[in-house]
């Protein structure tokens, strides 16, 4: 088993930064690989990026692509999520997820989730 807390959301302008963090307890969070993901009101879960068991392995949606950025500290049991230059379409709940097995944008085949933290962008 393993307990996912995401913190870190927030109200921000367009063109501001969030960093979302995800806290792990459980099974050896360096065992698992995580993802972010995000759901905006009204439209299904979308994949947002992960990141393997050791750091490296990043995978990004091409929406997010060279504005968000996923990390690790397996030492705090810590994934994270660096949002810059936000636009309003990003507004979405955010949520982590763990899994044993690389599962990819395949946000139905986590085993794990947290309960998500809120994303709201202001034009």
């Known amino acids: 088993q393993v307990q996912l807390a995401e913190s870190g959301g927030g109200l921000v302008q367009a063109g501001g930064s969030l960093r979302l963090a995800c806290a792990a307890s459980?099974?050896?969070?360096?065992?698992?690989?995580m993802g972010w993901f995000r759901q905006a009101p009204g439209k299904e879960r979308e994949f947002v990026a992960t990141i393997n068991w050791n750091g490296g392995g990043a995978y990004y949606s091409d929406s997010v692509k060279g504005r968000f950025t996923i990390s690790r500290d397996n030492a705090k049991n810590t994934v994270y999520l660096q949002i810059n230059s936000l636009k309003p379409e990003d507004t979405a709940v955010y949520y982590c997820a763990a899994d044993p097995i690389y599962r990819g944008s395949l946000y139905r085949e986590y085993a794990y989730w947290g309960q998500g933290t809120q994303v709201t962008v202001s034009s």
């Open positions: 459980g099974r050896i969070f360096s065992s698992v690989v």
